[in-house]
């Protein structure tokens, strides 16, 4: 299994409250990437990086920042969480070397906003 | 329109049976395709990537059509193991796009 592991695991916060998850790999991939799944709609992208400090939106970015400023950790914050944010969220890594756009998944952090 | 569909199933049959299902994509510039599996609250896993010539993986088997711009998987001899659900995915450049998945439940 690649070396991806996020933090917390889950996580109840009340609406309004700043939150931040946190997602580490050891595989040193350039591309990492922060996804939610909701039932009824496939994993959605809400952004991803391709390098240190670089960082673009995904389909679902309103509401939520990234920063990685380190090869190892993507960070997504969600400046002032709401309802419509509880889902769960996953961090996928890739490289572009050996096997090109596959990616893989860390174990995902479910979160509640109440 | 999705980028990714998939018949949500789901997809009920006995241990030994075959099953096959497809996923449909909307971007023909699309460059890769694969199957994730994705066990109850765990993860989603690469089962396999799909080649445009169709390829197999042990009990495996996808098949990709760009003209009509779909992806089949069938699975042989299913094993209750196989009970997951499997995600048709589509990719251009570096990113992905998934379809919401397609339950399998193998029965004893």
């Known amino acids: 299994d690649a070396g991806i592991t996020q933090s917390p695991r889950h996580k109840v916060t009340e609406t309004g409250t700043p939150v931040t998850l946190r997602c580490h790999q050891t595989?040193?991939?350039?591309?990492m990437y922060w996804y939610r799944q909701d039932p009824g709609h496939g994993l959605r992208l809400i952004h991803y990086?391709?390098?240190?400090?670089?960082?673009d939106k995904g389909e679902v970015s309103d509401g939520y920042s990234v920063s990685r400023s380190k090869t190892e950790d993507f960070l997504l914050t969600l400046e002032s969480a709401t309802s419509s944010q509880t889902s769960v969220y996953f961090c996928?890594?890739?490289?572009?070397?050996?096997?090109?756009?596959?990616?893989?998944f860390g174990p995902g952090t479910r979160l509640t906003v109440t | 329109r999705k980028e990714v569909e998939q018949d949500p199933g789901p997809f009920n049959v006995p241990e030994g049976a075959t099953v096959a299902f497809n996923c449909t994509y909307s971007?023909?510039?699309?460059?890769?395709f694969f199957w994730y599996r994705q066990d109850c609250r765990k993860e989603p896993k690469l089962l396999m990537s799909?080649?445009?010539s169709g390829n197999e993986d042990g009990r495996f088997t996808a098949q990709l059509n760009r003209a009509s711009q779909y992806i089949s998987l069938l699975i042989r001899d299913s094993k209750l193991s196989d009970s997951a659900t499997y995600l048709c995915?589509?990719?251009?450049?570096?990113?992905?796009?998934f379809g919401a998945g397609t339950t399998v439940t193998v029965r004893a």
């Open positions: 996928a890594i890739s490289e572009m070397t050996g096997s090109p756009y596959e990616q893989y």
């Open positions: 595989e040193n991939h350039r591309y």
């Open positions: 990086s391709y390098g240190v400090k670089d960082t």
């Open positions: 971007n023909s510039a699309s460059q890769s």
């Open positions: 799909v080649y445009s």
């Open positions: 995915v589509v990719g251009n450049d570096y990113k992905l796009s």
